[in-house]
């Protein structure tokens, strides 16, 4: 016989026969332990008289219809006993385990914007409730993000996502308009119903050419057929309306970035521009971690009932 089934079947039967070793010290009885693994008397004795063959030992002491340990015996149930029980509690372990949430780590991919506007209080609120969680945050460019997620380095991310690939899966859950920003002192800054012609004529601080925001503010003007005057590019929300501060130009930025500490004037651009959305994105049939449900629960309490894909391997 193969010896991987030798050792399958010596296990199988070594199971049962330290279930009815315990099952007798426990109602100490051989009958009864019988009767609890839906057996007959002889078998659970063979399997004891098997047991005892096995380790070289006795294992009871038997006077007429009773048994006692012997010292050896005591020893074995004291080793069993906790196997046998762990093993009868393996589901109900098993599913407390897998829902814990109370340690662990948790691996995050999101930009800059994300990270200092949209998470901070998010962030504050999970590490109060879960305490024991290490979250990290891996602030990447976009693409860099997507590697990270399709080699599972990262649990998910949290951002903003316009061409989605077929193998990752994003569920927008914020929204924020695109924003003009201006110094405080600047001509536009009071000026009501602004449009892209009063704007035109101004210099402009926008991210590096190759991101998003660039190339859509230019297809804004060209389809009005106006120039559009870019002075400085430069890469993060927190820079660039630094800049506008400082009164080197003004720009178009999404509005997950303006605060009240702020010292611009901001107006909408919706007339112009579509919303930009922020939300979840992983890897499509990636299945999330209780800690990740958890995290993602804090953005929206309702996420998981709306949508039932996200952490179904879906």
């Known amino acids: 016989m193969n010896t991987s089934i030798n050792r399958h079947y010596y296990k ?26 839906f057996l007959s008397q002889p078998s659970v004795s063979l399997q004891i008289q098997a047991l005892e063959r096995e380790l ?5 002491e038997r006077r007429g219809p009773k048994i006692r340990l012997t010292p050896e015996g005591q020893t074995l149930y ?16 098993f599913m407390a385990r897998r829902d814990s949430i109370e340690t662990g780590e948790l691996n995050i991919t999101a930009g800059e914007a994300t990270i200092l506007y949209l998470l901070p209080d998010i962030v504050k609120r999970f590490c109060a409730a879960h305490p024991g969680i290490r979250v990290r945050f891996h602030n990447v460019p976009g693409r860099e993000g997507l590697r990270l997620m399709r080699d599972d ?22 929204a924020f308009d695109q924003m003009l920003i201006t110094p405080t002192e600047h001509p536009l800054a009071n000026k009501p119903d602004i449009t892209l012609a009063d704007i035109s004529g101004y ?34 929300w927190a820079v660039i309306k630094h800049y506008v501060e400082m009164g080197l130009g003004i720009s178009i930025v999404s509005g997950i970035c303006i605060t009240p500490e702020d010292r611009v004037a901001a107006h909408s651009l919706n007339r112009y521009f ?14 999330l971690t209780p800690q990740a449900k958890r995290f993602i629960e804090f953005i929206d309490p309702n996420f998981f009932i709306l949508d039932q894909t996200f952490g179904e391997g879906g």
Do not use: W
């Open 78 to 93: 004291e080793m069993a006993l906790p196997l046998l029980e762990g093993l009868d509690n393996l589901p109900e372990t």
């Open 203 to 236: 210099e402009f601080i926008l991210p590096p050419r190759g991101l998003n925001t660039l190339s859509m503010v230019e297809l804004a003007f060209q389809e009005q057929g106006l120039s559009l005057n870019v002075r400085l590019e430069a890469g993060g």
């Open 274 to 287: 579509p919303r930009r959305t922020y939300g979840v994105v992983m890897r499509r049939g990636k299945f």
């Open 153 to 174: 380095a990262v649990d998910f991310a949290v951002g903003s996502f316009r061409d989605v690939p077929d193998d990752i899966t994003y569920q927008p859950i914020y």
């Open 12 to 37: 199988h039967n070594l199971l049962q026969q330290l279930r009815g070793f315990c099952y007798a010290v426990q109602t100490g009885s051989i009958s009864r332990a019988a009767e609890k693994m």
């Open 56 to 60: 070289g030992v006795t294992l009871f």
